[in-house]
């Protein structure tokens, strides 16, 4: 487990630059409608009271204020600078700044490294006399920032400052983006529904600071929570250590991140200049520390809405309490695809229930209490807390159509006593997409807190995502520590089969009985020790894929049999011009039928190891059924997760199949989690196949390709 009290190092001190006391601008105008305009309307829209210079070279005034001609005559010990100048002017403005011992500064300007290898070289350079200086740069090639809470506004765009006098304690939400746009939409998005935003952060092309700075900035601040977009996480080391931070002072982070597709990943390279990296691996790790990662705006923005108000939900599955018999139905048909748990509700749940509503009401989850609450909507409160106080729920939404004006107000009014007590999600949904809603009724949701939303779907998608943070939150204090010692393979480069195999069995993992030999008759001899049915394998480290160079024969059933798979063995090398020197031959006992199943390990160079455990054969590639897992993950969350995979029905009695030892296979995940863990000289493990046998009877290995570095470092 992690250490609770190691924070996170802060490599700059952004107080200057989001909470200045001095402000310089240089390209101000009086033009309202230029960006040089703008940015002074939002400075005085968002009550900036600090000391204000202007930087003009053909204005003496601008609003009757005074202005100096160059960024040099600003007060030394400015704060934060707003540079609205052209990209050609960037580099000798931050010389500028270095100079007069400013503190921060925002650049908007594009044409960096977004555009190609000479703007990355100019950003860099600039980069570099910030990093010296100690200059925290924002940008370029971003909006800027509003901070809501102090009263600051370094941007241009179009703001509304009317939630800056929101009384101390109101929840508040952090928008990160490295996408200007996208932090405005988000914004504007979560204002609308009534949440208050803390700070508006666009990081643009992250020259010298990071989404993950300000993601420390923000915590400290604390804020409830975090809607981040995110095209590259820069230094992933740095970021999961935030994440842990915020994991533990119970700060939810709700992230996007495009990448899953080859198109998505191009496109965010030529927005942000990214690299992008493996979103499979990404995902896996930053989901170990609890980070929600979303697939869509819309779950960004409904995910936040839910966790701004109910930080830490539990892994209890949900109820619905519906006044229609379609939306029933159509919502557990969603939850079966989100993957989002009905909860069982208990025997004595049950029975309050049967007391509280008509006896038409069939009492199940989800409970339709039809036209129940039309005359008298105290049901809903009265059915909802019997069903919040059951163990086995962990949240509770209610699925609703609204009716007139006076419908919907008093469902909100029925939530409001149980919203205020309530620590598990309880989520308002009135269907109707666009149709207008009950203005009184949106100002008590609003001023009572209660998260309302207008898609069942919606609704629905976004649980599934707060029950995927509930289970990493919980399996975070769960994490196993390395038992024993692990024997260190001392080769560099790709590994031998049968040396790797002798590895595994001294890590435990079971292999079938096999001996490398250097001739016919050493072969037969072993063959005879080991028994009929054998296999044949030529051995090399360069032979990565014995199978594709007819260096694999199977089904030897005597010594005949042996003496002309030998020869053939070695005709095929010769065939198909492998000109490699063998280490010799592996002579193996058949394994018995099984499943095959592949577990393997690779070392990411940016965010280290995962296990990966999928189906044999074509089926890995041909659906995509595999399930990638961090390194430190306990027995119990490997079968769940195993037994939840694509193509895992395969794993259960089949077309008069037996079922599968998958605890056996997990041991094997956790085998090869450890060994990347402890030996940081192992890049990558394939273990394929890996034949899973009935329950309790084990698995075998029967393959393996291990490439290690011995100057590899953690």
């Known amino acids: 487990m992690d250490d609770a009290s190691a924070a996170p190092v802060r490599r700059f001190n952004l107080h200057r630059l989001l909470r ?60 934060a600078v707003i540079l609205n100048l052209p990209r050609v002017a960037i580099r000798q403005a931050i010389e500028d700044c270095v100079a007069r011992k ?21 950003q860099e350079a600039i980069a570099a006399l910030c990093r010296e200086a100690g200059l925290a740069l924002l940008g370029p090639n971003c909006l800027g920032f509003a ?40 914004r504007s998005s979560l204002q609308a529904r009534g949440i208050a935003v803390s700070h508006v952060i666009s990081t643009g092309n992250e020259a010298v600071l990071r989404v993950d700075d300000f993601l420390a900035y923000v915590i400290d601040e604390g804020v409830s929570a975090v809607a981040l977009y995110v095209e590259q996480i820069r230094d992933p080391a740095a970021f999961l250590a935030i994440a842990r931070y915020a994991r533990e002072r119970q700060v939810p982070i709700v992230m996007l991140h495009p990448g899953r597709s080859a198109r998505a990943r191009a496109a965010t390279q030529s927005h942000t200049g990214a690299l992008a990296g493996d979103y499979a691996v990404m995902k ?26 109910f930080p830490r939900p539990s892994t209890g599955g949900t109820a619905i309490i519906t006044n229609s018999g379609a939306i029933r139905a159509l919502s557990l048909d969603t939850m079966e695809d989100v993957g989002l748990p009905v909860a069982h509700l208990g025997a004595a749940t049950r029975e309050k229930l049967k007391a509280l509503v008509p006896a038409y009401v ?54 409001i006593p149980l919203s205020r007590r309530s620590d598990k999600p309880l989520i308002l949904t009135i269907t109707g997409d666009g149709a207008p809603l009950d203005a009184e009724c949106l100002a008590a949701a609003q001023k009572n807190e209660i998260v309302l939303f207008r898609s069942p779907e919606r609704t629905l998608r976004a649980m599934a995502a707060l029950q995927r943070h509930a289970k990493a939150r919980e399996a975070a204090t769960q994490r196993r520590t390395l038992a024993h010692d692990v024997p260190v393979l001392g080769a560099s480069g790709a590994v031998s089969e049968y040396v790797g195999k002798r590895w595994l069995r001294e890590l435990g993992v079971p292999v079938p009985a096999g001996q490398l030999v250097q001739s016919l008759k050493q072969a037969q001899e072993a063959a005879g020790a080991i028994g009929y049915p054998v296999v044949i394998k030529a051995q090399a480290p360069s032979l ?38 063998l280490d010799g031959v592996l002579v193996e006992q058949m394994a018995p039928r099984g499943l095959e199943m592949v577990v393997g390990a690779k070392r990411d160079p940016r965010w280290g190891p995962v296990v990966m455990v999928g189906l044999g054969g074509v089926w890995i590639e041909a659906l995509r059924a595999f399930e990638l ?58 273990v394929n196949p890996v034949m899973v046998f009935a329950a309790g009877a084990g698995v075998m290995a029967l393959d393996a390709l291990i490439v290690t570095d011995t100057q590899a470092q953690q």
């Open 20 to 79: 200045p006391a001095s402000v310089a601008v240089a390209g101000a105008s009086p033009d309202p409608r230029s960006i040089g305009g703008a940015i002074l309307r939002n400075l005085r829209n968002s009550k900036f009271s600090g000391r204000l210079t202007l930087v003009s070279q053909t204005r003496d005034q601008i609003d009757s204020q005074p202005c100096v001609k160059s960024l040099r005559d600003i007060p030394e010990g400015t704060d």
């Open 102 to 122: 400013v503190g921060g500064a925002v650049v908007f300007a594009t044409g960096f490294a977004e555009s190609g290898e000479a703007g990355r070289q100019e």
């Open 147 to 186: 901070n809501y809470v102090d009263g600051m506004c370094a941007s241009f765009e179009d703001l509304n400052f009317s939630q800056n006098d929101l009384a101390p304690g109101t929840r508040r939400v952090a928008v990160i983006a490295q996408s200007g746009a996208t932090a405005a939409n988000v």
């Open 284 to 309: 896996t790790v930053v989901e170990n520390e609890a980070v929600v990662l979303v697939e869509s705006l819309d779950e960004l923005f409904d995910a936040t809405a839910i966790l701004q108000r």
């Open 362 to 415: 069939e009492i199940d989850n989800p409970l339709d209490l039809g036209a129940a609450g039309y005359a008298d909507a105290s049901i809903f409160t009265t059915t909802t807390q019997a069903v919040l106080d059951d163990p086995a729920v962990g949240s509770v939404i209610w699925a609703m159509t609204g009716g007139g004006p006076r419908q919907q107000l008093a469902k909100v009014e029925a939530m």
């Open 544 to 581: 990565q894929h014995k199978s594709d160079v007819g260096g694999v024969i199977v089904g030897i059933r005597d010594e005949s049999e042996l003496s002309a798979a030998w020869d053939r063995l070695h005709a095929n090398l010769r065939g198909a011009g492998a000109d490699v020197v």
């Open 629 to 686: 897992l961090p390194p430190d993950i306990t027995h119990e969350r490997a079968v769940e997760r195993i037994r939840a995979m694509k193509g895992a029905a395969l794993l259960g009695p089949f077309r008069g199949q037996p079922p599968r030892d998958v605890d056996a296979l997990a041991g094997v995940v956790l085998t090869l989690g450890d060994a990347m863990r402890a030996n940081p000289s192992i890049l990558e493990i394939d």
